[in-house]
């Protein structure tokens, strides 16, 4: 146990460490050019918070939250979505007092007790963003093109945009009972949480992968007829929007997201190559929560995507995203005058933006020499006594091993000069 981490969880190293900062520093370059804002909500919250936004009968809110109750006796739950903590953050700091849309992004874990497969952890995170205030379809549209920017600058392709609407609480009720009548006959063809949750809330049926509930829903009535002439406009809006955008879209009548607080617009984002469960990403609007939290009427709209998911489409590609590792400087010193004379030249290196590291553990010069390589150094500065004594040090470029001599007192300047050609 002492040795093994929890299962569904991953520690992140480099160089893959670096391929996340990679796609996070584009996460937070792209949501400020669109004009997001970073929110940091808490990792955990009041378990009720998920109850009421993500729905009781959702297989997140029964079966996957990581739910405790602390030492003062308080239901909490680690965030197993990232929506629900923004839209409360959204009115307990009066942020809806502010000029609208609030535009928020979000980057961070989030955690889920599921079956662990590729791409899918217990500990898994997620980049999101948020626009609240603003009910117009452009709203909708931009959220999906910074979506489809974001993957288009991690370089993945063939992604294909599924968009839905799944009406509102004008038409919604209607169509609910349609689904109702339609399932109620088809019963025994459900699976077992199927049949608990159809009653309550038919729309999940169509959340479910199992096959036999997939065929019952292949002949059933669609959402997409009984929208109301509000979500049917708006549906066209999005759609003419998109082609403004030039992002290509597919209509799939049966993306109802199973998420209680979506209203109208739904989208999922599809790569090839990731499994069977291929959607990286997804949205939509949620017109009614912040209602439904007691706060003013603020339709909404939102993306989030799974990292995990991103890097696994990625794949080998993803190597290529982290940034080359150079300036790379390593401090030798061949001798005690050449290290007490290579701690102040480190300080001096690492002030001026270089990547400077030294030896510590008392290696010879030749090990040092060694290491430094290993460490991947582009450039290596030996420090000795009697060079010192002539006020120069050696500067060895590792790739060529071409060797000079500089000196001491405009090293940093001599390196400056060799790494920006
Ligand atoms: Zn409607
Ligand atoms: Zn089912």
Redesign the pocket.
Known sequence: MLTTRPRGTEDIIAPEADVWQAVEELARTLSHRYGYEEIRTPLFEHTELYARSVGETSDIVSKEMYTFTDRGGRSLTLRPEGTAGVVRAFLENRLYARPLPVKLYYLGPMFRFARPQAGRLRQFHQFGVELLGAGEAAADAEVISLAMEFYRHLGLEELTLRLNSV??P???PAYREVLLAYLEPRQHSLCADCLARYARNPLRVFDCKEEGCRQVLAEAPLVTAY??P??SAHLAAVRDALRLLAIPYEDDPYLVRGLDYYTKTAFEVIVPGIGAQSAIGGGGRYDGLVEAFGGPHTPAVGFATGLERVLLALGVRGKTLAPPAGRKVFVAAADAAGAAAGVELLARLRRAGFTADRDYLGRSLKAQMKHADRWGATITVILGEAELGRGTVTVRHMQSGEQEAVPFAQVVEALKEHLAR
């Open positions: 009406g509102c004008a038409c919604r929208l109301c509000e979500c």
